[in-house]
């Protein structure tokens, strides 16, 4: 059986879980921004989620995938218990087109972009990333992700899907 690994990543999150999933099964992971040509049958695509959503890079990715075994794995700044978390990881199943399998997925908290955090402080009050004092925290909880333990969760979801 033919692996590939590729994913999309701003901050460098998901290129963590991207290389140890594909040291896991012995491959190299491939940015998918080096528009890599991939033959393999088994593939886990790998994205940051922007608005609920795989970032377009993925998504454009996982709109081009017939016939494979696709798992799924992400990154988001909220912590992967929470409903919103679950509504992303629905979207990037959705992207999926229906000739595929999706054999696997994992999502994981992981460092907010500088940047990103720079644009919520300056939104107003009732806008819904505003900053607050459990927002501030839940960016803070996020800045140490995705850490051992998320890598390890993902190898293992990974290497459950393979089996």
């Known amino acids: 059986m033919a692996i590939a690994v590729v994913y999309a990543t701003m901050t460098g999150n998901t290129k963590q879980v991207a290389d140890a999933l594909a040291a896991a099964v012995g491959v190299t992971a491939q940015n998918l921004a080096d528009a890599p040509e991939v033959t393999a049958d088994t593939v886990a695509v790998g994205y940051w989620v922007d608005k609920g959503l795989p970032n377009e890079d993925a998504a454009k990715f996982l709109r081009t995938l017939h016939g494979k075994r696709v798992f799924l794995f992400g990154t988001l700044g909220a912590s ?24 696997g997925e994992f999502l994981c908290q992981g460092a907010i972009a500088p940047a990103l955090l720079a644009m919520f402080e300056k939104f107003p009050a009732d806008h819904p990333h505003a900053p607050t004092p459990e927002s501030r925290a839940r960016w803070a909880a996020a800045a140490s992700h995705p850490d051992a333990d998320d890598l390890a969760a993902a190898v293992a979801a990974w290497q459950a899907a393979l089996q």
């Open 80 to 103: 992967p218990a929470t409903p919103h978390a679950a509504d992303c990881r629905k979207a990037a199943r959705e992207l999926v087109a229906a000739d595929n399998t999706v054999i």
